[in-house]
């Protein structure tokens, strides 16, 4: 007996934590690519409050970061009522479904997470369960709207593959009560087809700015919580803050390839390269065609000049729509109406699944 659905609707589910500046690297790697999936999609992005907890316990501007963050997605082309836009502690859900994926997930798979490594540091007796917990709720965040796809960062594919083992743990413990309630939909699992309730969720990782590292330090990522300001391009920078940092961004000696692969061992270089890339919307090796052999001196201008042209637009829009409080937080209103609905519909199945006694 099958009594499955067919398929799951296809959805994308992202969002960014409103833990200070957005730079370049959460504009290339993530919030473009939320932009250009509203065509193809129904999309929820979302201001993900509670993990900024993570980060910082007592903000003294969370409700200022959390409109910044839904500016830069508004400024961005995101249209937030062909598709939804709010901020996570709206909706209680996602840490209800959290809890639920505590007791399914391990905790070997947690302790394998390299952001909570390099996010805790040497003093791991000192972090936060909740800096520990965060790919769980990352998981909530998706499955609670069963989302098919999220776009996301290079450094948050560890967690997405997290969110499918917790997904397949979840149906495979609960199959039997899946099917008893009729609520699976048939998926491929590797060779198998499968019965389950929540999907495999798919990463949209990839391009060349999937990974914008620091321009201080072409090992390590841009980051928000980058002590120096000069290891990133924030949205809000203007014309000649974005030229200075990139004059001053690290590089090496030599002229710039004409090959790709010429990039290899060269980090600095490759990280320009990809920004110019991610900015133009063409390849590295495009960029090279026009740029190999010419030196940095030439390179960093013509660098500047395009970020400049790509990022002033954004960052007046940014602000225009941030001073609009009244606006924003209407956005985030209905916006978390809207996801309220369908994230208590997978609960209510989900406490059905678990054996909760509900009405
Ligand atoms: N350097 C990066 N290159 C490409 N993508 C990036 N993302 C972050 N940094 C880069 C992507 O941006 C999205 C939102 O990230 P987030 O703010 O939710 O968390 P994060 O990854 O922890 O970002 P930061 O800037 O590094 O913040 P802090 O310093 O607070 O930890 C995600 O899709 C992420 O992949």
């Known amino acids: 007996m099958s009594n499955s659905k067919a398929a799951f609707r296809q959805l994308v589910f992202s969002g960014v934590q409103p833990t ?59 249209d937030p009522k062909k598709h939804i836009v709010f901020n ?26 390299t952001q909570f ?45 997290l969110t499918r083992d917790i997904a397949q743990k979840f149906n495979n413990d609960f199959s039997d009560r899946i099917a008893a309630l009729g609520v699976g939909v048939e998926m491929k699992v590797g060779d198998e087809t499968v019965n389950g309730f929540f999907p495999m969720t798919e990463p949209i990782i990839g391009g060349p700015a999937a990974r914008i590292m620091s321009l201080r330090d072409g090992s390590k990522k841009m980051s928000k919580s ?26 090496d000696p030599e002229p ?3 090959e790709e692969a010429g990039l290899e061992g060269r980090p600095e270089a490759r990280n320009l390269v990809g920004i110019y890339a991610g900015l133009a919307d063409i390849s590295k090796q495009e960029v090279l065609n026009e740029f190999g052999g010419r030196q940095f001196s030439v390179f960093k201008p013509a660098l500047a000049e395009l970020a400049v042209e790509k990022l002033a637009p954004i960052a007046a829009e940014m602000r225009r729509i941030s001073a609009d409080h009244a606006y924003v937080d209407a956005v985030l209103k209905d916006g978390g109406e809207r996801a309220c609905v369908i994230a208590e519909a997978t609960m209510k199945t989900v406490r059905d699944i678990v054996g909760f006694l509900q009405d």
Request: aromatic residues 6%; hydrophobic residues 40%; glycine residues 6%.
């Open 226 to 251: 980058d002590p120096s300001d000069l290891s990133r391009i924030n949205l809000t920078d203007d014309a000649d803050a974005i030229a200075k940092k990139i004059r001053k961004a690290k590089t």
């Open 88 to 113: 996570q502690s709206r909706v209680p859900q996602h840490a209800e479904l959290t809890w639920i994926f505590n007791c399914v997930a391990r905790m070997g798979w947690l302790n394998r997470m």
């Open 20 to 78: 200070g500046n957005l730079h370049l690297g959460n504009y290339l790697g993530a919030i473009r690519k939320f932009v250009a999936l509203q065509e193809s999609f129904d999309c929820i992005y979302c201001v993900v409050d509670l993990h900024s907890l993570t980060a910082t316990l007592v903000h003294d501007d969370l409700a200022d970061q959390t409109r910044q963050i839904t500016a830069a997605y508004l400024a961005s082309g995101i």
């Open 117 to 161: 490594k390099e996010k805790a540091g040497k003093d791991r007796e000192n972090a936060s369960v909740g800096l520990f917990d965060y790919p769980s709720l990352m998981a909530a965040d998706i499955l609670v709207y069963r989302a098919t796809h999220v776009p996301v960062g290079d450094d948050q594919k560890q967690h997405l593959e």
């Open 256 to 258: 710039l390839p004409s």
